[in-house]
């Protein structure tokens, strides 16, 4: 049985419109499939990516201004496309949880992979699918870089449990237990990990999904 990975960008998964693509995509593949997961990119070119307005809300709360607005914006946009896929995803609760870290001494790399973290666990309740969390499973070295031994390690155990899952991309887990991020873009070295550690047959990376 054949293992592919593929990884999708932000602009692949801004809307429920895009998401219907790719699952699509993904529902015509055969034997044990990976998917790694973007945040919602822009819907249209005066729109922002919801990385971007994650940074606002985090730079908001740390300067003890009013994120609440700008969470919202963010809020709505998870929850039009879950209640448009028809997904079973709580998007008041992760919320909550997330409002909650705002409040009390947030975290950069934690805001900065919540587009990640969230949009994967709708693509995954939207498909059927597992989903797989990397900070269970990627994880960082005390000098940031990856630590690709022990990441290979429990990943690859993780994904023998399923022949179906959505990984989210992005981030990890840091030496200290904190979630920690990539640089900018860093889903595609997410995808190059869970390729790796499944063994794939086939990696690929979907920059943008049309028709």
């Known amino acids: 049985m054949k293992t592919k990975t593929l990884k999708f960008g932000g602009s ?13 995509i993904i529902h015509e593949q055969t034997g044990r499939v990976y998917v790694v997961a973007s945040a919602p990119g822009k819907r249209n070119r005066e729109d922002t ?11 908001l709360a740390k300067a003890g201004k009013d994120f609440g607005p700008r969470l919202s914006e963010i809020q709505t946009r ?5 209640k448009d896929l ?23 790399d934690y805001m900065a992979s919540r587009g990640e973290y969230l949009n994967s666990k709708l693509l995954a309740s939207s498909l059927g699918f597992d989903f797989v969390d990397p900070a269970t499973c990627v994880f960082f070295n005390a000098d940031g870089t990856l630590n690709a031994t022990k990441t290979n390690e429990v990943l690859g155990k993780a994904l023998e449990g399923t022949d179906k899952a959505v990984v989210a991309g992005f981030y990890g887990l840091g030496s200290e237990g904190h979630i920690k991020t990539f640089s900018r873009g860093g889903s595609d070295v997410t ?8 063994k794939s047959d086939v990696y690929e990376n979907w920059t943008d999904v049309s028709g």
């Open 78 to 82: 998870f929850s039009d496309i879950a």
């Open 191 to 198: 995808g190059a990990i869970v390729a790796r550690a499944s």
């Open 49 to 59: 990516k919801v990385t971007d307005m994650l940074y606002d809300c985090y730079e």
């Open 86 to 108: 028809g997904a079973d995803f709580d998007c008041a609760a992760e919320f909550e949880t997330i409002r909650k870290h705002l409040s009390s001494g947030p975290e950069r």
């Open 12 to 24: 692949s998964l801004a809307d429920s419109a895009q998401f219907r693509k790719v699952s699509r």
